[in-house]
């Protein structure tokens, strides 16, 4: 609710600022979409998870659509589109949910097993539930079903080099620190920026590569591959 709160404990009013103000009505919309979900005393809770569940499906199903359109009219390939404004438009969720578990856990597993849990969900689940569904819908009409793999092998080569540098910097501050988070603000201003280098790394050198394979003859082939060719078994 948008107002001024008032402390039990210490008795003080605490008005609305401008930030809040703000950003209450930029979000006003989704706010009354997903005033739809039960309350999570229903049902033990599981009415309100399975319909927050289809509400951020159907957002990041509009977040990914909006994506494929602005990276079409700019003339942006899908793997720069899919590694920029999808992915932080479907995980800057999970960021503010990790802020959430570190500012009110004791420790960091929350955080970073957030962060963990989401990557799995997103690459087991991801994307092995639409691959079966899609192989077995498509042996069921007599097609081959398969996608050309691209520039993937370089972009997760790059994104795991990253991953092993972020995983040495969370043991050099468990080992020095103390903790994962946390800590003095210089090293935890540190941390920070060299996960951000990391990010920005990755992002880089995935759109330097995708921009040189960028032909118009082979974008051509490949798009066409990832439609199925009927009377085509394997």
Partial sequence: MLGPQIDSEDMIIDDVTLGEAASHFVCITWKLLFAVIPPVHWGGGWP???CALIA???VT????EVADMLGCVMGIPNSVTAITLVALGTSLPDTFASKTAALSSDNADSAVGNVTGSNSVNVFLGLGLPWVIASTYNETR????????GDLAYSVAVFLVCSVFCFITLLVRR????GELGGPRTSAYASSAFLIFLWVIYITLSIVKALEAKDPAISKTKYVDRFPVPGILP
Avoid: C, D, Q
Wanted: no cysteine.
């Fill in 142 to 149: 007599g097609n081959w079903y398969k996608t050309p793999p």
């Fill in 175 to 178: 080992k020095v620190i103390g």
């Fill in 48 to 50: 309100a998870f399975v």
């Fill in 61 to 64: 199903a509009v977040v990914g």
């Fill in 56 to 58: 951020i499906g159907g």
